[in-house]
């Protein structure tokens, strides 16, 4: 599973039929920063609990027309992101590390080529430890890749099994050590809650990825989603007070050995939070490029939303006939504010009270009455200038995050 990245479902707005209107006049006099998601979907084998849009390599991937798709696709939005400056790439899937060295460094000269991509930008890589090579680490980065992201999930064989991965405990280990040899910054992801794990599992996991002394380590428990494996055969996990310990666990030791909570689920030594998930939780811009790739743009108007076409197959024909969209809508101004807080309120530090309004041009106070419940309910904590969650409300997110929903039509 890759370092987790912003998820939501979005209405699809066929092509060749008007967007919705957003209802009411906005006016953003700045766009927020940009980023670039770049989607690789191809995995060696689907995870039974992954959600993602990933499909299993069967006949070899399609490396050079994928390529070549993705530079097409680009070139095709660049009306709507012209002259604005990128500050991070990050490659997603599936599993980006499948791709060759020579394709990673086709694409990203082209993305230099066609987009002012900052000098300082930082350029992520998911990968998978059952796909590892010490020379292809190397040619990532030195095509530009500047930062890592690897699926370790855990140390403990009878777990990776369980979970379906393609790696063990030696591969695991023996990639976050290429990997450190490669990248001063890199992320190891893991997951708590798997079947039949023990607190003490848990935390052996945990002290294992720190024997590594890794910049930044995101911790996910395990949740069953529909249309995966996992939600048509669930297996045993363990209930929710054992879960709950095992977070409370796992955030106290990372604390003790020096890493800031700065996010639901990430945990950074000082200096190395991921500027690219930053970007997401603060509602930044991102032009998503892929097949299913998700995009979030800040026009003068209006806040529009795109998504590309997901299978595989169907996104190279589609870019090939210039339609690489299946989809955009513009969000709707009463929607804005929950888009808003359901990324910013992820932030342990919160948010300062004019990034809403910079980002979703309504004033603060459209939602003083939900704020107040909220601070009520003991699920925020607000200081001049400042909105944050509560420990209260860290812990019962979903329930924070409901205050702010629009009304029903």
């Known amino acids: 599973m890759p370092e987790k990245r912003i998820a939501r479902v979005i209405p699809i707005v066929p092509q060749g039929k008007s967007a919705s209107s957003t209802g009411a006049n906005l006016e953003f006099r700045h766009p927020p920063p940009l980023s670039l998601y770049v989607h690789i979907p191809w995995c060696v084998r689907k995870c039974p609990y992954c959600d993602f849009n990933s499909h299993e390599v069967r006949d070899g991937i399609p490396e050079d027309d994928y390529v070549a798709a993705l530079i097409a696709d680009l070139e095709s939005a660049l009306p709507l992101v012209w002259g604005r400056k990128v500050s991070s790439i990050f490659f997603g899937g599936g599993t980006p590390s499948l791709l060759s060295g020579s394709a990673l460094d086709k694409l990203l000269t082209a993305m230099r080529t066609l987009l002012p991509i900052l000098p300082d930008a930082e350029i992520t890589l998911e990968a998978n430890p059952g796909t590892v090579e010490a020379g292809k680490f190397a040619a990532f980065r030195d095509a530009g890749v500047n930062r890592l992201s690897l699926g370790i999930q855990s140390f403990n064989p009878g777990h990776l099994k369980a979970l379906g991965r393609i790696h063990d405990d030696v591969e695991a280990r023996r990639a976050i050590e290429i990997a450190a040899a490669h990248f001063d910054n890199f992320n190891l992801d893991l997951m708590y809650g798997l079947p039949d794990q023990s607190l003490e599992q848990a935390l052996s996991d945990v002290e294992t990825a720190l024997s590594f002394a890794p910049p930044h380590i ?29 977070q409370d666990a796992i955030e106290a030791r990372l604390a003790d050995a020096g890493y800031t909570h700065y996010e639901t689920s990430a945990f950074a030594q000082a200096g190395w939070q991921c500027r690219h998930n930053l970007n997401y ?35 190279l024909a589609k870019v090939a006939d210039a339609t690489p969209l299946q989809g955009e809508f513009s969000v709707a101004a009463a929607e804005l504010s929950f888009e808003f807080m359901m990324n910013a309120l992820r932030l342990n530090q919160g948010f300062d009270s004019a990034l809403f309004t910079a980002r979703t041009a309504l004033p603060l106070f459209n939602i003083e009455n939900q704020l107040r419940r909220a601070e009520q309910e003991g699920l925020i904590e607000r200081q001049p200038g400042r909105i944050a969650p509560s420990d209260r409300g860290r812990r019962f997110l979903n329930r924070l995050l409901q205050l702010f929903l629009p009304p029903a039509p």
């Open 218 to 246: 995101s911790c996910y428990q395990l949740t069953l989603e529909p249309n995966t494996a996992f939600a048509a055969a669930p297996p045993v996990l363990p209930d929710p007070d054992r879960c709950a310990d095992m």
């Open 281 to 315: 939780w603060t509602f930044g811009d991102y032009l998503g490029i892929g097949a299913g790739a998700h995009g979030k743009l800040t026009l003068h108007d209006r806040v529009l939303r795109q998504m590309r076409w997901k299978q595989p197959k169907q996104y």
